[in-house]
Nanobody, 128 residues
Framework: QVQLVESGGGLVQAGRSLRLSCAAS????????VGWFRQAPGKGREFVAA??????????HYSDSVKGRFTISRDSAKNMVYLQMNDLKPEDTAVYYC???????????????????WGKGTLVTVSS
C-alpha cells in the first residue's frame, strides 16, 4: 500500500517558479513509477510529467505543454517526488495530483482508471 500527500501549491505570479512535493509512504515505493497530473476547473485530468522506477536508468516524460519549463525528480532515500515548475503561466492553474503505478505506461498514456495510487491534490493558481 502506498499513500501520497502533495504540498507546495499556492498563488504565484506568471513567470515565477514553484516547487511541488509529494511525500510517499511504503517501503517498496522505489519500485513504482511516479507522475504528476493536473486538473483545471471544468476540465479533465491531464498528464504533466512522469519519472520511472528508481535506478531504472530511464528518462522522465513530459507533456508538450510543460516540456522545458517543468522538471520531475525523485529522492528514493526520502520517498519524495518533486515537480519544479518554472516560468509559470496562467494556463498552468490547476489542482496538481501525484500518482504512482507499477507501470510507467499507465501514467504516460495515461490510463487514469488503472493507476494504482493518487494523492488528494494541491492547488496552484497563477495570476497574470
Amino acid at each position: 500500500q502506498v499513500q501520497l500527500v502533495e504540498s507546495g501549491g499556492g498563488l504565484v505570479q506568471a513567470g515565477r517558479s514553484l516547487r511541488l512535493s509529494c511525500a510517499a509512504s511504503g517501503r517498496t515505493f522505489s519500485s513504482y513509477a511516479v507522475g504528476w497530473f493536473r486538473q483545471a476547473p471544468g476540465k479533465g485530468r491531464e498528464f504533466v510529467a512522469a519519472a520511472p522506477k528508481s535506478y531504472s536508468g530511464l528518462q522522465p516524460h513530459y507533456s508538450d505543454s510543460v516540456k522545458g519549463r517543468f522538471t520531475i525528480s525523485r529522492d528514493s532515500a526520502k520517498n519524495m517526488v518533486y515537480l519544479q515548475m518554472n516560468d509559470l503561466k496562467p494556463e498552468d492553474t490547476a489542482v496538481y495530483y501525484c500518482a504512482a503505478d507499477e507501470s510507467i505506461v499507465a501514467i504516460t498514456t495515461p490510463i487514469l482508471d488503472a493507476i494504482d495510487y493518487w494523492g488528494k491534490g494541491t492547488l496552484v493558481t497563477v495570476s497574470s
